[in-house]
């Protein structure tokens, strides 16, 4: 498949080739370093573009599903060598879409190609089991199928990552795809499947309709053929895919928000703490959902962390990312940067100290796109606002404490449980840590961001319904089992009757 040029109006790809909206209307994608800077046009779709794209995807679904797990495994690995070979281009496209900073948007790839190779290792590897029967001359197996036709709804924040961590499983499990990506962040999302198109997956395996989401993401959901959703963004949307996925009986995964804490124990190693809390809380700006956006500190360690911290985020560079001195990017759009200076202006109101940042940048090329300042509050509360909801921005509260019990339960006390982390040298602490915790992540001695494929990923509570993506379990999420008995006896066996 040609490579799209990052300037031209773009279709959605439909059954193997890119289509306009059948409404003819469009929506720009623009740099938010630099919001004068268009980086495609796309369609934007509605429920007429999203029955197509799914009726390709039905199409395609039976030949998909027939084709040996195997071979389907050499087309996720051959689109993870692309990737790997586009990185650097993908990488670069990233930042200029979505604004992480460059060495940040070259993890973002990395993520993908890492969870491409990993699951296509599950190609030989999704085993079923073989039981004994309570009968006799009778024999009991389990074996995986599809869902049928999926839907994926992904947000910004990672904008290849995420697509990643849902279409290379589903397909994997011989499902086929409608992908609605975020519409801050198309161009990424259509790189992404290109590299599947171009690794020889079959036309309608994967489909992408962009647009907006209560229009394009809606129908998609509520579509009768469309099997599972698996879905990343917040709460609030979480919670209406849910209802509606709930009132059509429809498998339903979310991976929503976070409110994740740094616990810094009067034990610590502080400068470590401030080290893991400056990486937590403004890579990517903040908007990641494992940001550590509340540093919860013991009294001990209190003085000395926040000067540091303060210190350290005040010489933290704003700018493009793809300026290599810079630190922190751009947020994503400016309906985010206001919400993230309400959030400020709620802390002040609260009675909070802010101790730096609290600022919309604006001087120089910084008044072209949308950046905020590190901003640190402190004197926090565990219930104050901006320590209880999700502020997606350069944004992080320091909450003192007196007791690890006290640390802990501020740690729990809000409506998500994505990750936590605890910083201490004591060995039985970090263990009492580990078992205290509510959340579906846990670092011990690291930021909150960080996760690695290989392990499951969500969060407890509101943070979703009880779902986990990635790690070995993977493929329970994006299949369902099929339990076989066959009977070789010649005869009826009435189970539970006719046991010896
Ligand atoms: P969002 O909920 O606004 O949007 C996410 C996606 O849902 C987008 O594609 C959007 O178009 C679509 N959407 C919006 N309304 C819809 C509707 N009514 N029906 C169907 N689809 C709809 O979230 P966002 O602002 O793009 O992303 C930020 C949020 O995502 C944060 O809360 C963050 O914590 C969360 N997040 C969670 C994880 C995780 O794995 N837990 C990872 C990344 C981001």
């Known amino acids: 498949m040609a490579v799209v040029d990052a300037t031209l109006e ?24 630099d919001s004068g800077d268009v980086v495609g ?33 050499a087309i996720i690995l051959r689109a993870s060598e692309l990737l790997e070979e586009r990185k650097e281009a993908l990488a670069q496209l990233m930042t ?11 993890g973002d790839v990395q993520e993908a190609i890492d969870m491409g190779k990993f699951i296509a290792g599950l190609g030989r590897h999704a085993f079923g089991e073989t039981v004994p029967s309570e009968l006799r001359d009778k024999w009991a197996m389990t074996m995986r199928q599809p869902f049928g036709v999926v839907g994926c709804i992904t947000p910004w924040n990672f904008p290849i990552a995420i697509p990643s961590w849902k279409i290379f499983p589903a397909i994997m499990a011989g499902n086929a795809v409608v992908l609605k990506p975020a519409e801050d962040t198309p161009l990424c999302a259509l790189r992404f499947v290109e590299a599947l198109a171009d690794a020889g997956l079959p036309a309608g395996v994967v489909n992408v309709v962009f647009g907006f989401g209560e229009e394009a993401g809606a129908a998609l959901v509520s579509h009768p053929d469309v099997a599972a959703i698996y879905f990343t963004g917040s709460v609030e949307t979480g919670r209406i895919v849910s209802e509606t996925c709930g009132r059509m009986l429809k498998k339903c995964s979310l991976e929503l928000g976070g409110k994740n804490a740094i616990v810094v124990l009067d034990d610590a190693d502080v400068e470590l703490a401030v080290d893991g809390a400056l990486w937590g809380a403004f890579g990517t700006a903040g908007q990641r ?3 550590s956006s509340r540093l919860i500190v013991e009294q001990g360690a209190l003085d000395r962390f926040t000067s540091r911290l303060v210190e350290r985020a005040s010489h933290l560079r704003l700018g493009d990312g793809l300026d290599a001195k810079v630190d922190v990017g751009p947020v994503i759009n400016e309906t985010q940067l206001k919400r993230i200076h309400s959030y400020t202006e709620i802390g002040k109101g609260e009675g909070a100290s802010l101790l730096l940042g609290g600022e919309i940048a604006t001087e120089g090329a910084l008044a072209k796109g ?25 944004t992080t509260v320091i909450i003192p ?79 369902e089992w099929k339990s076989i008995y066959i009977d070789y006896s010649g005869r009826l066996q009435r189970a539970q009757i006719d046991t010896e």
């Open 370 to 394: 949308w950046f905020y300042r590190p901003t640190v509050f402190g004197g926090v509360k565990p219930a104050m606002r901006i320590a209880q909801e999700e502020i997606f921005g350069p």
């Open 289 to 291: 959902c494992t940001a």
């Open 96 to 106: 200029r879409e979505m604004g992480k900073v460059l060495t940040e948007a070259r």
């Open 10 to 33: 773009v279709g959605n790809l439909i059954g193997g080739a890119f289509q306009p909206a059948r409404a003819g209307r469009t929506f720009e994608s623009r740099n938010p370093a």
């Open 401 to 479: 404490v007196t007791s690890m019990e006290d640390a802990i339960t501020a740690a729990n006390s809000t409506q998500y449980g994505l990750s936590l982390s605890v910083y201490t040298n004591d060995l039985r602490t970090a263990f009492h840590a580990i078992n205290e915790l509510h959340s579906g992540i846990v670092y011990i001695n690291a930021p909150t961001i960080g996760a690695e494929i290989q392990l499951p990923f969500g969060g407890t509570r509101n943070t979703g319904n009880g779902h986990r993506e990635a790690g070995g379990h993977v493929l329970d999420e994006f299949s």
């Open 41 to 73: 046009v796309f369609p934007r779709s509605d429920n007429t573009d999203v029955d197509a794209a799914v009726a390709a995807a039905r199409d395609a679904f039976e030949g998909w599903r027939r084709t040996p797990w195997p071979s389907r495994a």
